[in-house]
């Protein structure tokens, strides 16, 4: 073949097929990208679905999910499981905790895919229906609660802090739930639920609002 073929250099040429090639190549990595395949060996998937399983209250849940979803909306929306509630969104509330490992979480702030392999604690994982965690129990006795919409994540982070420090004091006990806002303010009946969880005598408003 001639340097010069009908308007075509050799040089020209293998720019061409060197285009193609890297065209395919970023072709088949959008695709990749767009069927959330990792068939570049990337590391990257998504935007579009994947499979992913979670292990939630003891069970895998395989689910199907777009890789940029929350936690919380996984659990909602894709697994069915409302406890866990939305309220702000952004990590200030506390309405959206689970247990990661045991670990509290704003499961509002974290990717479902990051929680892979991980031991996820839900609301509906605390006690039975027949059994309810002493924490459920000691809301329902000390009333703690008005509209209800902050206590899934309060008796979740309750059940971190009694894990953590079986019998917390009053400021140990307004530290370990001040991630978890009540709108309704009924944080006297709160605290003594987690008192009388913890196998302690209730407190006062005064008390409670002493320091
Ligand atoms: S909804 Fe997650 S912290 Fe408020
Ligand atoms: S009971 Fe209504 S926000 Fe707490």
């Given at each position: 073949m001639s340097e010069r073929n009908e308007g075509i250099s050799r040089r020209s040429f293998v720019q061409t097929l060197g285009m193609g090639a890297a065209a395919g190549a970023l072709q088949g990595h959008a695709e990749a990208r767009l069927t959330g395949q990792d068939e570049g060996g990337t590391g990257i998937v998504g935007p579009g679905p994947r499979p992913i399983t979670l292990r939630i209250n003891g069970n895998d849940v395989r689910l199907t999910i777009?890789?940029?979803?929350?936690l919380l909306d996984t659990l909602r929306?894709?697994?069915?499981?409302?406890?866990s509630k939305e309220i702000?969104?952004?990590?200030?509330?506390?309405?959206?905790s689970v247990l990661v490992n045991g670990a509290l979480t704003a499961s509002c702030m974290m990717l479902a895919c990051d929680a892979e392999g991980a031991e996820i604690t839900t609301?509906?994982?605390?006690?039975?229906?027949?059994a309810l965690d002493p924490v459920q129990e000691a809301f329902i006795r000390h009333d703690?609660?008005?509209?209800?919409?902050?206590t899934p994540g309060l008796v979740v982070a309750a059940r971190a802090l009694l894990d953590a420090t079986p019998r917390p004091s009053l400021d140990e006990i307004k530290q370990g739930l001040s991630?978890?806002?009540c709108r309704c303010g009924t944080y006297t009946n709160i605290f003594n639920a987690v008192l009388e969880a913890s196998g302690q005598a209730p407190v006062t408003d005064a008390e409670v609002n002493r320091g």
């Open positions: 777009e890789p940029a979803t929350t929306v894709h697994a069915g499981m409302t406890g702000c969104d952004r990590g200030s509330c506390g309405g959206c609301v509906e994982g605390l006690g039975t229906e027949e703690a609660l008005q509209c209800g919409y902050c991630g978890n806002i």
